[in-house]
């Protein structure tokens, strides 16, 4: 927080945050001495280290002597918890930040040299620590020749989502060879590509959930090679509580027959949705109601704008590596393609600090989520499905593939499926320190999804980012 002209240091202010309050009074002529961070459209707090920041715009009222925040940005700057009070003369209007950003129009942005014609003071409130930082600590690793020791087989055929699929149990998938730790090390999952079927035969292939669940305060991380595409398949990472729906759903990698682009969602009870605050990178918003009884369980579904994130392409690229941030501010999941994977996400990190991967590509916060009361405890999962409630629903079949979904390809040549597999280097979740954030148990668990029916036609919302 840059209060140098109210006669703080920058040292005084960060030894003296948790539970603080500063105010700072604003004149016209304060303007220099605030520094490069004011000018005459936007003000500028720094926090910490003079790289994170919180930005402010305001606006009158018809009152003409109230002033309220208009746009919050940069996901790192405050806690949920924290609250902004902006106030000229006497007057005090007390509103809630969010980590979140909220879109708005160039339109809306006053000259401060408006609002600074008399005295403003700018009153900032903690009921936590401002922490620049979002760090977690290694707590599970799947990789190697242990990777499957901790998940569970479903061992049954889809029942789950009316697919064309068995889902093998593991002394089954190992025997097959449709799981297991391949000459790099990598674990690998695939759907039977070698035997020919009759009707009404179904196909062989993988569905593994792991034994652990994770809470509220976690991060999961994917390191992929390869994923399945390919007409038919209905490939998705993705995390769920034991009873769907009422402990939510979480898709960090979804695909579907042919597509090109990686899909992310959330699916809940009524009462979650995507939110306009949301800071993300991709500008292609499927939908915005995350409640499984709206639009078929669409799902507020999010697309991932390059097409390295999926397919032919994602193989090519060498892969890369999901972040998934299941945290109480919100839902976050970055994306990135080998050659551009952080540094921090390098080798075997013990740590990690989300605040320093940028901007996610897809971001639910909890000013429209509120994600203690919508998601419980997730396990993760991996599972391709043929055919079945979205890959062989007329309105996703027919914009990539051609002939019938089950008896043209899952019956068809079995080298149909010669690109149906998932290569995986690692999964690793990360937990805030000193809390419980796994809850262990070696039961096998049944975790349902309900028939999911997406709509043909993607709608895509642009909004405006603003960066200081």
């Known amino acids: 927080m840059w209060l140098s002209s109210h006669g703080l240091s920058n040292q005084d202010v ?50 003409g002597s109230l002033w309220t925040i208009e746009d919050v940005l940069r996901p ?106 391949n000459d790099a090390g990598n674990a690998v999952m695939k759907v039977d590509n070698t035997s020919s079927l009759k009707f009404p035969q179904r196909r062989n292939s993988i569905r593994i959930n792991t034994k652990d669940r994770f809470t509220v305060g976690t991060v999961w991380i994917a390191d992929m090679v390869h994923v399945p595409y390919g007409c038919s398949t209905w490939p998705a990472f993705w995390s769920s509580a034991p009873t769907w729906p009422d402990g939510g759903e979480i898709d960090t990698f979804e695909g579907v027959n042919q597509v090109t682009m990686n899909q992310m969602g959330l699916h809940a009870s009524n009462g979650c949705v995507h939110s306009n605050s949301s800071v993300q990178s991709s500008t292609l918003i499927n939908s915005t109601d995350c409640s499984i009884f709206a639009n078929s369980n669409e799902g507020c579904i999010i697309t991932n704008p390059t097409t390295k994130s999926y397919g032919l392409p994602f193989s090519q690229a060498g892969g890369g590596v999901w972040v998934t941030e299941f945290a109480t501010k ?91 597999y998932f290569e995986v280097s690692h999964v690793r979740v990360y937990g805030v320190p000193g809390e419980l954030t796994v809850i262990s148990s070696d039961a096998p668990r049944s975790i349902t999804r309900s028939s999911i029916l997406v709509a043909s036609v993607v709608t895509i919302f642009l909004f405006t980012l603003s960066f200081f």
């Open 76 to 181: 790192v700057c405050v806690p949920p918890s924290a609250f902004l009070d902006i106030c000229p003369s006497r007057t005090r209007t007390r509103l809630p930040i969010t980590s979140s950003a909220t879109s708005i129009a160039l339109s809306e942005i006053l000259d401060l040299n408006n609002m600074l014609t008399r005295p403003t003071t700018i009153v900032l409130g903690l009921s936590l620590a401002i922490v620049a930082s979002a760090q977690y600590n290694i707590l599970k690793e799947y990789a190697g020749q242990t990777f499957f020791d901790e998940w569970n087989f479903y061992n049954n055929f889809d029942n789950l989502t009316n697919g064309n699929t068995n889902y093998v149990s593991a002394k089954d998938a190992a025997s097959l060879k449709l799981a297991f730790i």
């Open 330 to 420: 919100g839902i976050s999941i970055w994306f990135f393609t080998r050659s551009n994977i952080p540094d921090m996400l390098q080798g075997n990190a013990t740590t990690i600090d989300t605040a320093q991967l940028g901007i996610p590509v897809a971001n639910w916060p909890s000013d429209g989520c509120a994600i203690n009361e919508f998601f419980e405890p997730q396990s993760l999962i991996f599972d391709i499905a043929l055919c079945g409630d979205y890959a062989g629903n007329a309105n996703s079949f027919y914009q990539t593939c051609t002939g019938v979904c089950y008896q043209d390809w899952v019956l068809g040549d079995p080298s149909n499926f010669d690109t149906a």
């Open 14 to 63: 960060q030894s003296s945050l948790n539970g603080a309050t500063y105010i700072h009074e604003y004149h016209k002529n304060d303007r220099q001495r605030a520094g490069s961070t004011m000018d005459a459209t936007k003000a500028t707090l720094l926090l910490g280290d003079n790289t994170t920041y919180l930005p402010f715009m305001c606006k009158s009222t018809s009152r």
